[in-house]
């Protein structure tokens, strides 16, 4: 059983806007989750998401023409 704990970041094209998320990529390989969390709201709920299912959105946000 693994004990690590989330090593949450945000991405440096976030420029402090606030509506930015927190990532804790570190759980990927050791408990194929992602955790996500609201950088506003650090002690707030996290939602997890299978490595796939991340992988999928990042997949469709870098296709996208925001």
Known sequence: MTTDSPRWFK???SNNGGNC???AANLAASRGLVPVRDSKNPGG?????STGAFATFVTGIKSSAI
């Not at 709920?45 to 998401?49: I, K, M, N, T, Y």
Request: a neutral charge; proline letters at 9%.
């Open 21 to 23: 998320m927190a990532v």
């Open 45 to 49: 709920p996290v939602l997890a998401f």
């Open 11 to 13: 991405s440096s094209y």
